[in-house]
């Protein structure tokens, strides 16, 4: 079954404290992306790789890393944990059309994780 | 960069009636208008798009139609049931990107039987 696996799916933990959130996908895509969800918010992005070792930053990417060091997984980092960071966490990826004309394609979510910084 | 801009952020119609969620977005080169459903405790999912070569899309019980020059695009559904209800995301290409998406606020669709 094509999909997008995150873990784990809740997380409570304290501030300063390093975690890591996992994602992966077997649709073989090559774009991935992480968002965190608040109420009133909508959907924020926060990174995104286009391929294996390329990621840059979305709209609201401080106090978080990631790394692709391979094509299906895409973790999401938190150094050191704030308050501020307690969200829904969701990872997508799509297909990457050729880049000379690129055109959007479907994202497929994962179903979410929920975090909890005390 | 973009700003998208999703009305209302809550609805609630009776069963069998029609919902309509609208969407108002800034940059007039974007060409791509999708909208994701939340279904509660699930990730969104593409349930239909738009491509600005044409301004109206239908599946079934739901359309998106577009307006290029007015920039604003409208989620309908028709004959609404329960399982309707949800969190509904319209979303935008971010300006000046191919990949990136920036969603609208969400509207939360109550279907009250």
């Known amino acids: 079954e094509a999909q997008v696996t995150q873990n784990p799916r809740y997380l409570i933990t304290v501030t300063g404290k390093k975690l890591t959130v996992t994602c992966s996908q077997n649709m073989n895509h090559e774009y991935m992306s992480w968002y965190r969800q608040d109420p009133g918010l909508g959907l924020r992005q926060i990174y995104y790789s286009m391929n294996v070792e390329v990621t840059d930053k979305g709209d609201v990417p401080e106090g978080y890393k990631v790394s692709r060091k391979e094509k299906r997984n895409f973790p999401l980092i938190l150094e050191s944990p704030s308050p501020n960071q307690t969200s829904l966490y969701f990872c997508?990826?799509?297909?990457?059309?050729?880049?000379?004309?690129?055109?959007?394609?479907?994202?497929?979510f994962g179903p979410g994780t929920r975090l909890l910084v005390l | 960069g973009e700003n998208v801009e999703q009305h209302p952020s809550t609805l609630s119609v009776q069963e069998g009636d029609s919902a309509v969620i609208k969407c108002t977005y800034s940059d007039s080169a974007s060409n791509y208008f999708p909208w994701y459903k939340q279904e509660l405790g699930k990730g969104p999912q593409l349930i239909i798009d738009?491509?600005?070569?044409?301004g109206e899309k239908k599946d079934q019980r739901i359309a998106v139609t577009l307006n290029k020059t007015a920039k604003h695009f409208s989620l309908h559904i028709t004959e609404t049931q329960p399982e309707d209800s949800a969190v509904y995301f319209c979303?935008?290409?971010?300006?000046?990107?191919?990949?990136?998406?920036?969603f609208g606020s969400g509207t939360q669709l109550t279907v009250l039987p």
């Open positions: 738009i491509r600005s070569n044409v």
């Open positions: 979303a935008v290409p971010t300006a000046g990107s191919a990949r990136q998406l920036t």
């Open positions: 997508a990826s799509s297909f990457e059309s050729p880049r000379v004309l690129p055109i959007q394609e479907t994202q497929y």
